[in-house]
C-alpha cells in the first residue's frame, strides 16, 4: 500500500506501508491491504504507521483520511 501524509505547507511523508493507524472521529481504526473504500474525518491524535522496516507515529492536528485501491491519502490540518 501507499501512504502520503499531506498538510497545507508540505508533504510529510511518502512511502510502502503494511498498515496504518488512523484517529478518527468515532474512535481510532487501521487500514490494511484491500481496505474497503472509505473516507473519514480525523481528530487530533497519532498516525501510526508500520512498515517492514520500522514503525513511525506522527501528530496530527484534524483532517480527512480517503482508501482507494489500496492508496491512502491523509489531508492533515497540521503535524505537532
Known sequence: MTL???TPDKKV???EV???TVPG???SFQILRDH???ISTL???PVIIKSKADEQVFNIKGG???VLKNK???LAEGVA
Open 18 to 20: 503494511t498498515a496504518v
Open 36 to 38: 474497503a473504500p472509505i
Open 4 to 6: 502520503e501524509i499531506l
Open 43 to 45: 481528530e487530533d491524535g
Open 25 to 27: 472521529t468515532m474512535g
Open 64 to 66: 480527512v483520511v480517503e
Open 13 to 15: 511523508f511518502e512511502g
Open 72 to 74: 491512502i491519502i491523509v
